[in-house]
C-alpha cells in the first residue's frame, strides 16, 4: 500500500494538473487544512527535479494567498469561520490562550518556526495574525520569507541531491514511513503541551 501511493505521487509530476493540486493543497494548508503542501511538493520535485524552483515558487505563492486568507478569517470573520474550525480541530481553547498572549514579535517567531518545520501550524498563525490585527502588508512580507525560504531550500537540496534521496527513499521507504510516524506523534504531543 504505501509503495502505491509513493509511485501515485511520483505519478502526479507528469499530470497536467499536479502544479495546479500543489496550488490548491498549499493555499488551503495555509488557511484550514491539516496536510502540509510538502506531501505532494517532494514527491513532485523528486519525479522532476528540473521544476523544483518553478514548484517550490508555485507553493510560496499558494501559501501566502491562503495565509492572507487566514489572516482574512481571522481578522473579519474569527466568530463565524475560525471559531467553528479551531473547535473542529479542537484547537480553541488553546487558540484563545494564544490570542490573549501573543504580540508581534511572537507572530514572527511563530511564522518563522512554521515556515522551516510547521511548529505551530501556519493556518493558526495565519489566524492569530488577523484576530490580533498584525499588519497586513507585514504579515506578507513574513509570510513570503518564511515559506519561500522553506520552499526554496528544499528546491536546492532535491535539484543537487535529488538521485541519490530518490534512491535512499525507495530503498528504505518502509522504515522511512515508521520515522515519520513517530516524529508526527512526537510533534503532535510538543504542540499539545507548549499549545
Do not use: C
Amino acid at each position: 500500500m504505501l509503495r502505491g501511493l509513493y509511485d501515485w505521487t511520483l505519478s502526479l509530476a507528469a499530470r497536467k494538473s499536479a502544479e495546479w493540486w500543489l496550488a490548491v493543497i498549499a493555499f488551503v494548508e495555509s488557511s484550514v487544512f491539516l496536510v502540509p503542501a510538502d506531501v505532494l511538493y517532494l514527491p513532485m520535485a523528486l519525479s522532476r527535479p528540473d521544476r523544483a524552483y518553478r514548484y517550490a515558487l508555485i507553493a510560496t505563492v499558494a501559501s501566502v494567498l491562503g495565509g492572507v486568507a487566514g489572516w482574512f478569517i481571522g481578522h473579519y470573520a474569527y466568530d463565524t469561520i475560525a471559531v467553528p474550525i479551531l473547535q473542529f480541530y479542537g484547537k480553541y481553547d488553546e487558540f484563545e490562550a494564544l490570542r490573549t498572549s501573543s504580540g508581534i514579535g511572537f507572530i514572527i517567531l511563530m511564522l518563522i518556526t512554521s515556515g522551516a518545520a510547521h511548529l505551530p501550524p501556519i493556518k493558526v498563525v495565519t489566524i492569530l495574525s488577523g484576530v490580533i490585527g498584525v499588519n497586513l502588508v507585514l504579515f506578507i512580507g513574513l509570510a513570503i520569507v518564511a515559506r519561500g525560504a522553506r520552499f526554496l531550500l528544499l528546491a536546492w537540496l532535491l535539484r543537487r541531491y535529488g538521485e541519490q534521496i530518490k534512491d535512499f527513499i525507495e530503498k528504505r521507504l518502509g522504515m522511512i514511513a515508521g520515522a515519520a510516524a513517530v516524529a508526527l506523534i512526537l510533534l503532535y504531543i510538543v504542540v499539545k503541551w507548549v499549545f
